[in-house]
Structures are given as structure tokens and as C-alpha cells.
């Protein structure tokens, strides 16, 4: 009930219909249609049998639970209804009490004798001011799974990205290669150019309940590492963590999660060398952070781009490719915020879902004239067999990072600037 992706094992169908209730209130009307040549009969007697589950859900636009209903509807046909509902299909419709505004609903549809099921989603508009019925918004195109958001319209993109509300629609693209390139210069003089740095850095893992909420929650505290880590033709950092005493650590994961790293190396995608095997499109001008910003989406190229990220969990490493959203400040070239989801199929049953939220922060150094743009928070969740992780990190007290030999004799120290 709680993904967004559509199963089809039934021929199922949803509508909606929106009545005015009262001054603050519409009646909204879900309704089902379900193709019964697909459905799975037993026989007891003169009866064909089965039993049908609804489960109706509404989210807002921003995603979050409303309400859900439940309902069930047994057969028990003899030959005559059966032959005409083969003919007419199944109706079923349930009914919502609900404020204004835009909502997703989900329906879940279940045949208890054949175990399948389908899952539909549903985009309706209920206005504020409305008498009589009032037609339902058409839900957005589909896409199949393989499809890049490059090539969504921004009606699509604006229902499934709720933080791009506000954006003013570039005009064209025409401006497009030149931030770019200006972007992969700054991106290119990054790694080039990157000193070992240190950060404090809090995790909070977290397992999410079926409402998206925490019930389990755990917080730790580490030195983090980034390492200055040249390759050929590429780019790349080591990063790790350490404990208060300098030695390696990493926090334990929850159940069968995973513990995320890696994020200074976020705006590879904007590299030089990756701009050929990427997909990019101007969406426009947005606020973000109270400055403005233009707001690019990328989509890497499968059988092109090679995977840059990759999900390291108790059992394997899954090397996934991704597509996002990076809002850029247009003066200064740098990438102030980022976001990142998977670009599927990517091959993995286990994993339905990947999101990395970021946002950095210019960074000054106490004795240098070297700035850098980190990242401050980010925010990673991932459904992985069926359970939902979470994990945020916090950084701060960045610092530059030195090794000091004094003497070949003695062991290395490392300390901070």
C-alpha cells in the first residue's frame, strides 16, 4: 500500500469522482473496476466462489498518509450472474471525507483464490470551490521503470518531486552546456585540487515503520575522513570513519541495513569526464536555501555510464546507477543541493528503492585560503527487502587533515589543523 510502484496480476481499474459535501468538506469517490475473466473461481455446488480485498489509501501531495479504507466482497454466483458479470465486469466504489487540495490514492486489489493482486495508483484534484461532480485528474502518464525522468513532462515531475514546487520553467535549453561546463570546471578543480580534510560527523540510524515513521533509532558519533585518492583519468576519495581515539569504526547496521558513506564525491556526475555518458535538462529557476537557483536533472546512460555508487549490505555490494535532481547556484557555479534516485531496473530484487538527499555548505579553513563546498546533511533511504532504512548524517567542525612524520624512527601522528 505504501510504494508507488503499480503491479498488474489483475485486470483492475480506478476512477474518482469529487462531490461538494460542504463549505470545507468534498465527498471523494474512489471507484473500482475489475475485469472478472481473470479471477479464480471455486466450485461448491451450483457456486462459483471467490472473495475479493479492496484496500483503499489517500496521501497527499506531499506523499503522507491521509486515510485508508478496507473492504472485502464475497461471491457465492450461480452460472447466470457469473456469464453476465463476464460481460459487464465487477464495480466496487468506497468514500472519502476530504479537505482541498491534491491527493494520490492507491488501491490495492487482492483475489484470495488466485493469491494475485493488483496495485494502482490515481491522481485526483479536489478544488476548493466545487458544485455538482466534478471530473477527476487523469493520472500521469506511466513510465516504465527503465524510462530517465529527462524525458517526463513537468507536470510528471512536479507530482513526483514535491520539493521542485515554485520552479519557474526554463524557457529553453539553450543555456544549458555553458553552466556545465562552467559546473564541471568547478567539479574538475574539486578533486584536482581536494586536501585531506576531517569532520565531526553524527549518524542516525533509523528502521521505519509502515507509516514511515521511526521505531527504532540509533545515534553515534565519529571523526570522519576524506582522503585525497588520485586516479587515472577518473576521479576518487577514500573515506572512512574513526572513533575518539583515531582508530577505524564504523557504527553496527540495523537487522539486514546498511551504513551509508561516500557523499563528498556526490557531484561526480558533473565531472568533465561523465558529462558524455549523462543525460541533463534545465527545469528552470527555484528558491532554495534563499538564494536562486537553477535546477538541473540528470540521468546517467545505462550501458554507457559506468556505476558510481554502490550498496554495501550485510550479504553483497549492488553497483546501481542513478538519476536526480541538483540545484545550482547560477553565479558561482556550485552545486548547493542534490538528490539522488535509482534508475532502474538495476538488477537486484531486494532493492526497490534509493534516495540520497544532500545539501553542502561552503567550508573555510582556519590558515588557508582553500574553500570548499561539502556536504553538511544528507539523508539516505532505502527499501531493502521489504524493510525501510534510514540513515542521516550531520558534519560539522570541518578541518584540513595532515600526517606529520618527525622522524622515520617514530610512528606517524595524525593530527588536525
Known amino acids: 500500500m505504501f510504494s508507488q510502484e503499480e503491479i498488474h496480476g489483475l485486470s483492475a481499474e480506478v476512477t474518482a469522482q469529487v462531490e461538494k459535501a460542504s463549505n470545507r468538506e468534498s465527498k471523494l469517490t474512489v471507484m473500482i473496476h475489475v475485469d472478472v475473466r481473470q479471477l479464480q473461481f471455486r466450485k461448491e455446488g451450483d457456486r462459483s466462489v471467490d472473495k475479493l480485498i479492496f484496500h483503499t489509501t489517500l496521501f497527499d501531495y506531499d506523499g503522507k498518509y491521509v486515510t485508508a479504507k478496507e473492504a472485502s466482497l464475497d461471491l457465492h454466483m450461480k452460472d447466470t450472474t457469473l456469464e453476465r458479470l463476464v460481460q459487464s465486469g465487477l464495480n466496487a466504489k468506497t468514500s472519502f471525507k476530504v479537505a482541498p487540495g491534491t491527493y494520490r490514492i492507491r488501491e490495492v486489489v487482492q483475489d484470495t483464490e488466485s493469491k494475485t493482486m493488483s496495485a494502482l495508483n490515481y491522481n485526483v484534484q479536489v478544488p476548493t470551490t466545487a458544485s455538482g461532480p466534478v471530473a477527476p485528474v487523469k493520472p ?55 586536501p585531506d580534510t576531517t569532520a565531526r560527523e553524527q549518524i542516525t540510524l533509523e528502521l521505519l515503520d509502515w507509516k514511515g515513521q521511526p521505531f527504532k533509532q540509533q545515534k553515534e558519533l565519529f571523526n570522519y575522513l576524506d582522503l585525497s585518492l588520485p586516479v587515472k583519468n577518473d576521479v576518487g576519495l577514500e573515506e572512512y570513519r574513526t572513533d575518539a581515539k583515531g582508530r577505524r569504526a564504523e557504527p553496527a547496521p540495523m537487522g539486514n541495513g546498511f551504513v551509508s558513506k561516500g557523499f563528498a564525491s556526490m557531484v561526480v556526475y558533473f565531472h568533465p569526464t561523465h558529462l558524455s555518458d549523462t543525460e541533463f535538462r534545465d527545469l528552470g529557476r527555484q528558491l532554495m536555501d534563499g538564494r536562486e537557483t537553477e535546477v538541473i536533472l540528470f540521468s546517467q546512460i545505462p550501458g554507457k555510464a559506468p556505476p558510481k555508487e554502490t550498496l554495501k549490505t550485510s550479504t553483497r555490494s549492488i553497483p546501481i546507477l542513478v538519476q536526480g535532481l541538483a540545484w545550482i547556484d547560477p553565479t558561482r557555479y556550485q552545486i548547493i543541493r542534490m538528490r539522488t534516485d535509482l534508475l532502474r531496473p538495476q538488477g537486484d530484487l531486494d532493492l526497490k528503492k534509493q534516495t540520497t538527499k544532500s545539501r553542502f555548505t561552503e567550508v573555510h579553513f582556519k590558515e588557508s585560503p582553500l574553500v570548499l ?13 521489504g524493510q525501510i532504512y534510514r540513515n542521516r548524517h550531520d558534519y560539522s567542525d570541518f578541518r584540513l587533515f595532515r600526517v606529520e612524520i618527525p622522524d622515520r624512527s617514530k610512528t606517524a601522528q595524525s593530527a588536525p589543523d
Open 140 to 194: 500521469p502518464k506511466k513510465h516504465k521503470q527503465s524510462e530517465s525522468m529527462t524525458d517526463w513532462t513537468l507536470a510528471e515531475l512536479m507530482s513526483a518531486r514535491p520539493e521542485l514546487e515554485g520552479l519557474k520553467t526554463a524557457e529553453s535549453q539553450q543555456g544549458l552546456p555553458i553552466l556545465l561546463q562552467k559546473v564541471g570546471e568547478n567539479v574538475k578543480y574539486f578533486f584536482d585540487t581536494f
Open 373 to 385: 563546498w561539502l556536504p553538511a546533511e544528507v539523508t539516505v533511504t532505502v527499501d531493502w527487502q
